[in-house]
């Protein structure tokens, strides 16, 4: 399963001079989502990479070095900070408390599955689950990448609202990311050596200017240089505010314990759980191991979980494996981990210098969008070579409705949530948690099943016995 033909020792095949661009690729790659949750829930955007840099160098000590993962910012909690906080930071605190909590349900079921087995925790979850669920991350993402990309557009999501606020829109700035997608493509396709190792950052750079050109001519906006040495001090209770514009502590905080926020958290936890499972069989298939056994679930899920917790306990929200750097290892082919430990420590420095976060913050979000509209078509791709290397028999109507029921609900429910009150608040399910639940649901109740867990061999997840 997965290519392996790719580079596993960059530090010997390219050198570490080419080895750390790999690494800052892969910043740039997980930047744009990681800051994006530090924006929309009001948390420091400095604490949030240090969490996810920090949070990635342990996922790769409990896995032993053996995962081509980084852990950044998820997006699956946005909803319960906005259920316990709602951008009130007075209340961050209950919310990094919730978790805290959040990744102890990590380390409860990796307990679990070292006591019984991974065996029983993977009959929930063969191709025909895992498979349809890696599209639909992809599928899920791409609307975020689409709103970048039509931001300044009069097409785009908040175009009333930048009419209304007096700016101006630009009908012709998606151009910059028309030509990022067109630069990524070119160097994958026809670049040779390290052009075709580093298509997401030369990407980057070539749209970067061309965005500058763009807004020197008035088709796009110009980018704002005003702010780069503006040290923003956190308004969050307790945080540590020390430092300048050049160099800073990044603003820790404490958290704080809260009953309806550890429930909404932890409820959350578990349907992140599913993601996780399904982003480590998108990884072992773009690199072709079988990583759910070697290093094993138990290790991956103590990483993500401990990981998680620890940006709790310092004021970051939590941590997920990055789809979006799965994306790169696919479109690179370089499956060293020792990149993305590089990748790691570079956002642990990069956190504590705040002009180096305020240049980043610069980039047009036109070329977030571009990038990102690549990233997430590669990970729906991975699903789809999930379902076909692993010999899905489609020829099965048990099947067909599994992955039907997954593709239809992951889609439909992101537009109408299922809400549950539970005492004050609401707890939300949106579609990836219900493609989620529905497909194991099916798939546990529902005869014939078609495959067992093999963990025998290295390559793929499932071995499918006994096809009809």
């Not at 540590?240 to 958290?265: C, E, M, S, T, Y």
């Not at 370089?334 to 956190?351: E, G, Q, T």
């Not at 029921?405 to 005492?423: E, M, Q």
Request: with cysteine; proline share 5%; aromatic share 10%.
């Amino acid at each position: 399963m997965g290519n392996n033909n790719g580079i596993i020792d960059a530090r010997k095949e390219l050198g570490m001079g080419k080895t750390f661009l790999l690494g800052f690729q892969h910043v740039f790659a997980m930047f744009g989502a990681t800051v994006l949750v530090p924006l929309l829930t009001g948390l420091s955007v400095s604490v949030t990479l240090f969490c996810a840099g920090i949070a990635t160098l342990w996922f790769h000590f409990i896995t032993k070095g053996k995962v081509p993962i980084f852990l950044g910012s998820s997006f699956a909690f946005l909803a319960a900070f906005a259920t316990i906080a709602n951008g009130d930071p007075n209340l961050l605190p209950f919310a990094t408390g919730g978790i805290v909590c959040a990744g102890g349900v990590y380390v409860v079921l990796a307990i679990l599955i070292h006591v019984f087995g991974v065996k029983k925790v993977m009959r929930l979850f063969p191709p025909v689950v895992t498979g349809p669920i890696i599209i639909l991350i992809g599928i899920n993402l791409s609307t975020s990448a689409l709103d970048n990309i039509l931001t300044n557009h009069p097409l785009g999501k908040y175009a009333n609202d930048i009419v209304a606020n007096g700016g101006t829109l630009y009908p012709y700035a998606f151009l910059i990311a028309v030509f990022a997608i067109l630069v990524i493509i070119a160097c994958n396709i026809w670049g040779k050596g390290m052009i075709k190792i580093l298509p997401i950052l030369i990407g980057i750079i070539a749209s970067y200017i061309f965005a500058l050109i763009f807004g020197f001519l008035g088709l796009a906006p110009k980018i704002d240089f005003s702010n780069l040495f503006v040290h923003h001090v956190s308004q969050i209770p307790n945080s540590i505010n020390i430092g300048n514009a050049f160099v800073a502590i990044p603003p820790f905080h404490l958290p704080q314990f809260r009953a309806d926020a550890i429930i909404v958290f932890v409820v959350v936890a578990l349907a992140a759980v599913i993601e996780h499972i399904g982003d480590i069989a998108a990884i072992g298939g773009t690199c072709g191991k079988n990583f759910i056994n070697n290093p094993g679930l138990t290790r991956t899920l103590l990483g993500d979980g401990i990981g998680t917790s620890l940006a709790g306990l310092m004021g970051g929200p939590a941590n997920t494996t990055y789809s979006e750097n799965t994306g790169v290892v696919a479109l690179t082919g370089v499956y060293d981990p020792f990149v993305l430990r590089v990748a790691a420590v570079i956002a642990i420095v990069l956190s504590l210098f705040p002009f180096v976060d305020n240049f980043i913050n610069t980039i047009p979000s036109e070329i977030i969008g571009g990038v990102s509209f690549v990233v997430y078509g590669l990970i729906s791709a991975v699903g789809l070579r999930t379902l076909v290397e692993n010999r899905v028999n489609f020829n099965s109507m048990r099947n067909i409705i599994v992955a039907a029921i997954i593709l239809v609900s992951g889609i439909a429910f992101n537009y109408t949530k299922i809400s549950i009150p539970v005492g004050t608040v609401n707890l939300e399910f949106g579609g990836l948690a219900c493609a989620a639940i529905f497909g194991i649901v099916l798939n546990a109740i529902l005869p014939g099943k078609d495959y067992t867990f093999d963990d025998s061999k290295d390559p793929g997840v499932i071995d499918l016995v006994g096809e009809n």
